[in-house]
């Protein structure tokens, strides 16, 4: 495994490719997730004209205006995708809605009859859009430019699958894990298969690297992180590998914590997120040396700007730039974001 992950990249690959094959650039690449959305003032005039979310994000022409924004604006050495994790379940024949000011809604798959509910295989041409948009986003970025495309975890997806919605704790679907494993661990397989051909077709499309969000496995247990978390991601990144040879992957366990060692020890992604939470240092003695970390200046200190974002972002480069690394946010840019501290981050990194 080793060898692979240490096949270096030309040098005129765009820098987070570098540093997902092991290389550590200085300064390094800087995205972030959520960097698209509702903090930009040429967002929300967009998402007036397009109806619902949904129908943004099966809207190529709108779909890839969305994800050229933020580079337009700040940049940045990364564009990521317009689109959502819940695009799965949807392409699954699960009815979703995203509600304005409430999030997400599904119908929720809260037994195991429900699941005749879905289709077999995930229907790709319900998602041609998105592939479609993967392609012009590509065409119009400049080859020093990377184009992620990205899914949620097994685990995340299905706990909006069967919960309906998000929420705190995801209890919806953690007691369907104890009270019938057989059942969640068949909906955890469908999802494992339906997001690796969802992102072999991204990366099909053209998509540069792809990253699966975990953004809810933190909270679990460690028995129950590995069975539902670690483990299915570990398979999706081996199906991707065996469909797309020399993919690129970030995997974004959030919140993993002291459970990092051991995913990272079963999950051959190329580079690994860390949470605003994680102590730094013990984020990165848990992650083979040449394997690249992103992460993870708190949101919070986006927000607040000034000398606490400036810390915020030095406290990274510090502790995580002599290694492969990749400067992002430890969770999503949060609404109430002045669009000027973004500039005064990739300002900061540039100038290390
Ligand atoms: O305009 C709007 O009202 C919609 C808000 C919005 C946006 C901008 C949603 C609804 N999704 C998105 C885009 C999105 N979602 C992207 C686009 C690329 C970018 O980062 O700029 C990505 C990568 C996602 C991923 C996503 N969707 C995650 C994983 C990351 C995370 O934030 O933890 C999750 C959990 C979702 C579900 C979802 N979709 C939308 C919302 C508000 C949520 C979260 C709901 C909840 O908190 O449970």
Redesign the pocket.
């Known amino acids: 495994m080793a060898e692979r992950l240490r096949s270096k990249a030309s040098a005129d690959a765009p820098k987070l490719v570098r540093v997902l094959s092991g290389e550590a650039l200085w300064p390094p690449p800087v995205w972030l ?6 903090y930009l003032p040429e967002y929300r005039e967009l ?1 007036e004209q397009a109806g619902g ?1 949904l129908d943004l994000c099966y809207n190529p022409e709108l779909a890839t205006e969305v994800t050229l924004q933020p580079i337009r604006r700040f940049d940045l050495d990364a564009a ?7 695009v799965v379940p949807h392409a699954l024949g699960q009815d979703v809605r ?1 509600v ?1 000011g409430e ?2 809604q599904l119908d929720p798959l809260s037994t195991r009859d429900s699941f005749s509910r879905l289709k077999d295989a995930i229907d790709l041409d319900m998602l041609a859009p998105v592939y479609e948009t993967v392609r012009r986003a590509r065409a119009e970025l400049a080859r020093s430019k990377a184009l992620i495309g ?1 899914c ?1 975890a097994p685990y ?1 997806v299905a706990t909006y699958m069967v919960g309906g ?2 929420g705190e704790e995801q209890a919806p679907a953690r007691l369907m894990a104890y009270r019938d494993p057989d059942a969640f661990a068949d909906l955890i397989d469908r999802l494992v298969e339906a997001s690796a051909a969802h992102l072999v077709a991204q990366l099909k499309a053209g998509a540069d690297a792809v990253q699966i ?1 975990d ?1 809810w496995s933190g909270d679990l247990p460690s028995r129950e992180f590995s069975r539902w978390s670690t483990a299915p991601i570990a398979k999706l990144c081996e199906k991707v590998r065996a469909e797309a040879p020399g993919a690129k992957i970030i995997a974004f366990p ?1 919140g993993a914590g002291a459970k990092l060692a051991d995913f990272a020890g079963a999950v051959p992604a190329d580079g690994f997120g860390i949470a605003t939470s994680e102590d730094l240092h013990a984020a990165r003695s848990a992650v083979y040396s040449c394997r690249a970390l992103q992460g993870a200046v708190d949101p919070i200190a986006l927000v607040a700007g000034g000398a606490a974002l400036d810390r915020a972002v030095d406290d990274v480069l510090e502790a995580l730039g002599r290694n492969p690394l990749i400067v992002n946010l430890g ?2 840019v949060r609404q109430e974001t002045p669009p000027e501290h973004v500039a005064r981050l990739v300002e900061r990194v540039r100038a290390a």
Request: glycine share 18%; aromatic share 18%; proline share 3%.
């Open positions: 997730m959520r960097q698209a959305g509702r998402r979310f990521i995708l317009f689109s959502d994790i819940l995203f304005q999030g997400p990205f949620g995340t919605r998000g969000f953004s959030r969770h999503g």
